[in-house]
């Protein structure tokens, strides 16, 4: 029991080293790039390595078509600086490929482009709309009986959307099981915080009125965001929402919880510091090991 605790503990702290890796990437990426999205796609990390890395998700980056791959479709798609640096990991594509985040003529567009680049499922730029592609991708999944997962990465600001909630009604008439939403619970969106811009709480009792199973987890804990997506397999007649609670910019002192950050990068000097910040954190998570 206890080398099982042990190997549970080495796998979750390499999970979170390269989830500190992913950022730095991110950081390196919009340097480079000189215009982007910061605060979102640095707080969401985590929920991205557990979906790819964390023993959840079906996908043969050798193979990108593969029928019964599980379809990732990622709503809020000013986060593509996170799910490039993902796709790279997890070798859809070579890593010295990110260098080239929106310059003219790359795949790596700002925001995803489906015909573009393999692993990248659905086109994404305006939000609050993926969730209704994901819902079409679930239906007809079920009635090809496929038995595929599908997931949906939203932000929280697209909750405004009517759109969003249009489809999450017909999830639930067509009890779609084989849908999981990933919520990044933030609280920051273009304009400020989205409770001032347009009040969303109670999030979870909405969802749940709307008839989806719904799940809060920590969304910096590896641990329950895969705990959580195990559940979310397992359970059947409702699509499941995961709300993960998370700090815009997390890892980054001067980024955390202001969402100015939320559509500028940093300068030379401010991605150095950024920098510096993170590779200081990798020391935290080995000596928590030992």
């Known amino acids: ?39 979102g796609p640095l707080g969401a990390v985590e929920q991205y390595v557990a979906l790819y890395f964390g023993g959840i998700l079906k996908y043969d980056a ?38 080239n985040l929106r310059k003219l ?26 969730l209704s592609q994901a819902v079409g991708m679930a239906l007809g999944l079920k009635l090809d009986k496929i038995k595929s997962q599908v997931y949906c990465l939203m932000g929280d600001g697209e909750q405004d959307c009517g759109s969003t909630w249009e489809a999450a009604m017909l999830a639930a008439k067509y009890q779609l099981d084989n849908l999981t939403v990933l919520i990044d619970r933030n609280n920051i969106q ?34 329950e965001i895969i705990s959580a997506l195990l559940k979310a397999k397992s359970l059947f007649a409702k699509p499941v929402a995961i709300i993960c609670h998370t700090i815009p910019g997390k890892g980054i002192d001067f980024m955390e919880w202001e969402y100015q950050w939320h559509g500028k990068v940093p300068n030379s000097r401010e991605a150095e510091e950024a920098l510096r910040q993170l590779r200081s954190l990798k020391g935290k998570i080995q000596s928590e090991l030992d």
């Open 1 to 39: 029991m206890k080398q099982k605790r042990n190997k549970q503990a080495e796998r979750i702290a390499s999970l979170e080293e390269l989830s500190l890796k992913i950022r730095q990437e991110i950081i390196q990426m919009l340097l480079e790039a000189k215009s982007g999205h910061c605060a």
């Open 62 to 99: 050798k193979n990108p078509d593969w029928p019964e791959r599980d379809r990732v479709v990622v709503s809020n798609g000013h986060y593509a600086p996170l799910l490039y640096a993902i796709l790279a990991e997890a070798g859809y594509f070579p890593r010295d490929e990110l260098k």
């Open 105 to 130: 003529g790359s795949p790596l567009q700002g925001h995803p482009y489906r015909l573009g680049l393999k692993g990248v499922e659905t086109s994404s730029g305006p939000v609050g709309e993926g």
């Open 190 to 223: 273009i304009d400020g915080f989205t409770e001032k811009v347009l009040p969303l709480e109670p999030l979870k009792e909405k969802y749940e009125a709307f008839g989806w199973k719904v799940l809060e987890v920590d969304g910096h804990n590896l641990e």
